[in-house]
C-alpha cells in the first residue's frame, strides 16, 4: 500500500474527528458499518470481523475470528484456519478453538481503501446534512443573518458563519430590498425543505413573523415578556398595523414599542426599507379594536355583524379617506387586523325624514329594492350614504341602474327641501 493512500485514510479520520456537532456514538456507528460494508464486499460478511474505532486518535483495529479446523478439512479460508497455521501463531491451539489475529486493512489493497474513503466521505455528507435540516428546523421563525453570495433572477444564495446554504426566494423579499454581492442580510427562517434528504432553508423578509422578532429585538419589554404583540397585518415595504398589549398596568405598550422619539421603531422602519408601522393598543371589545385600527380616521358608529365577521363603519364625510388611506390601505390592513370584512359609509347629518325603500316600488323595480336590501340598505339614506362604488361592488347591480335608483332617491330630498 503506497504512502499516498494511507496518508488518504489519515485524512478521511480528520475529516470526521472535524465534525464537532456529531456525537462521539453516532461517529463511532457511522465509521464501524463503512469498514464492515467494505470487509462485507470482500469476503461476502463481517459477523466474523471485530471493529474498533479510536477517533480521538484517528485510528482503528479490525480483528478476524477464525475457527481451527483440520489441514485437509479447510473450506472457507475467511471462517477457517488449519491447526497447521493455527500453530504459527501460538502452539496451544487445537481444533474446535478459535484464533483472533489482528487484520491489516491497508493489506486489502487499493480498491478497498478507495471504497472506504467513498463510503465515508458519503456518510460525511448524509450527517452533514441532516445537522443542516435538524439546526434549522429548530430556528424556524427566529432571524439569521447571512452573506449574499449570490443574486438570482428568482432567488438569492447567502452562506451562513458556517457554509450552510440559505435560499430567499424574490417572492420573499420586500419590494424595495436592495443588496449587492457580500452583504449582510437579516431574515427570519421560513421553512426548511428537505426534499430526497437535500435540505433547503427557506428565508423570508415579507412575513409578518419578521416582523415581530424585529420588535422583539428592539422592545426589551416584549422579549421580556411584559409587553405581548397579539397581532400583525402587513403590506411588505408599504405599511403595518402592530396590535400590542401589556400584562403591566405601568407599562404603555404603544409609548415602550415606538420608544423616546421614536427611537426602538425607528431602527425596525429602516430595516423594513421605510414601511410605516402603526402600533395600536390591542383590546377584546371588538368594536373599539375596529376603531382603534382604522387610526387615524375617527369613526362616528360601527355596526357589528359577529356572525359573518363584518362591520359597518359610519365616519363624517371628511373622515372618509382617511379611513380607507391611500390606495385603501389604510382599511385594508384594519381588516386585516381585526378578521372582519369593513365598509365604510358616510354618515350623513340631515333632519329631513328618512323613506323606506318599498315606498319607491312604482318607480323601482322590486328586485332592485330587494338587492339593495339585502347589503342592508332598506331606507333611501341609508343608500345615499354609500359611495356609489361600493354599491356595485356589494349589490352586483348594474352601473346604469345604481346611477337611476340614485337619481330618483336623490330627487325626492330635493324636492322636499
Known amino acids: 500500500m503506497s504512502k499516498k493512500e494511507t496518508i488518504n485514510l489519515i ?12 456525537d462521539r456514538s453516532t461517529l463511532i456507528s457511522v465509521m464501524e458499518e463503512s469498514f464492515r460494508n467494505v470487509i462485507t464486499k470482500m469476503f461476502g460478511s463481517d459477523e466474523n470481523y471485530d471493529v474498533i474505532i479510536n477517533p480521538d486518535k484517528g485510528d482503528f483495529e479490525i480483528y478476524r475470528n477464525r475457527t481451527v479446523v483440520e489441514d485437509d478439512e479447510l473450506e472457507d479460508p475467511n471462517l477457517e484456519i488449519t491447526i497447521s497455521d493455527a500453530k504459527k501463531i501460538d502452539t496451544d491451539y487445537e481444533v474446535g478453538e478459535e484464533v483472533t489475529d489482528t487484520v491489516d486493512f491497508l493489506g486489502f489493497g487499493r480498491r478497498a481503501i478507495l471504497t472506504l474513503r467513498q463510503t465515508l466521505s458519503s456518510k460525511i455528507l448524509e450527517l452533514q446534512k441532516d445537522n443542516v435540516f435538524s439546526k434549522y ?80 429585538l428592539e422592545v426589551p419589554e416584549i422579549n421580556e415578556g411584559l409587553i405581548i404583540v397579539k397581532k400583525i397585518a402587513r403590506i411588505p415595504g408599504e405599511r403595518a398595523k402592530v396590535a400590542v398589549e401589556s400584562y403591566d398596568d405601568r407599562i404603555d405598550p404603544v409609548g415602550a414599542c415606538v420608544g423616546v422619539k421614536g427611537s426602538r421603531i425607528h431602527g425596525i422602519v429602516r430595516e423594513l426599507r421605510n414601511e410605516n408601522i402603526d402600533v395600536i393598543n390591542y383590546t377584546n371589545n371588538i368594536s373599539l379594536f375596529i376603531s382603534r385600527s382604522l387610526s387615524p380616521a375617527k369613526i362616528s358608529s360601527i355596526r357589528l355583524n359577529e356572525a359573518e365577521k363584518k362591520a359597518e363603519i359610519y365616519l363624517k364625510p371628511d373622515e372618509v379617506s382617511q379611513a380607507i388611506g391611500k390606495g385603501g390601505l389604510n382599511i385594508k390592513l384594519a381588516s386585516m387586523l381585526t378578521g372582519y370584512t369593513l365598509d365604510v359609509f358616510r354618515d350623513i347629518e340631515d333632519e329631513t325624514e328618512d323613506i323606506y325603500l318599498d315606498e319607491f316600488n312604482d318607480e323601482i323595480d322590486q328586485w332592485v329594492i330587494d338587492a339593495f336590501k339585502a347589503i342592508g340598505c ?29 337619481e330618483i332617491l336623490r330627487a325626492e330630498f330635493e324636492e322636499e327641501e
Open 11 to 22: 485524512d478521511t479520520f480528520s475529516e470526521f474527528k472535524e465534525l464537532k456537532s456529531i
Open 137 to 216: 428546523s429548530e430556528k424556524v421563525g427566529q432571524i439569521v443573518s447571512a452573506e449574499l453570495y449570490q443574486i438570482w433572477k428568482k432567488e438569492m444564495l447567502l452562506i451562513d458563519d458556517e457554509g450552510n446554504e440559505l435560499y430567499l426566494p424574490k417572492s420573499e423579499q420586500i419590494p424595495t430590498d436592495f443588496y449587492r454581492k457580500g452583504d449582510t442580510v437579516r431574515a427570519v427562517v421560513a421553512m426548511v425543505d428537505n426534499k430526497n434528504n437535500n435540505p433547503k432553508i427557506i428565508l423570508s423578509r415579507i412575513s409578518p413573523v419578521f416582523l415581530e422578532r424585529l420588535f422583539e
Open 378 to 406: 332598506d331606507t333611501a339614506k341609508s343608500i345615499l350614504a354609500v359611495p356609489r362604488a361600493d354599491l356595485i361592488r356589494r349589490t352586483d347591480l348594474e352601473e346604469e341602474t345604481i346611477d337611476e335608483v340614485l
